[in-house]
Every structure is written in C-alpha cells, then in structure tokens.
C-alpha cells in the first residue's frame, strides 16, 4: 500500500502553523519529540496509531 507521507507532512505542517503552534509548542503538549514531529512534516516516516492520535487532538482533528 502506498501513503503520500510528503502530502500528509504538509497537511501536519500547515495545520500546525495555522493553529500558532511551533514543533517545540507540540512536543510540550503531545510529548512527542520534536524530531519526530519534523520528521513526520518532512515525510520521512509513517507514524504510527498513537502518535496520529495524540497529534489529532493536539491539532483538534478528532
């Protein structure tokens, strides 16, 4: 099965910057590492359930 991991990265992206936050403002409130976090907006991995979770209510996508 093939994931456009770049378009979903931008979609992360641009949602994450219209709401305000910075990679740094995710990290405090997912606990997710900012690392990751930029590594997921650059399409590099797939994340997995709990990381899309977390981040759908963080950026109020539930």
Not at 35 to 51: A, F, H, M, S
């Amino acid at each position: 099965m093939y994931y456009n991991l770049t378009a979903f990265g931008n979609y992360i992206c641009n949602k994450r910057k219209d709401m305000g936050y910075t990679q740094k403002d995710i990290d405090n409130l997912a606990l997710l590492s900012t690392d990751t976090l930029r590594k997921i907006e650059n399409g590099k991995v797939l994340p997995n359930q709990i990381t899309l979770e977390v981040l759908s209510l963080v950026l109020k996508k539930i």
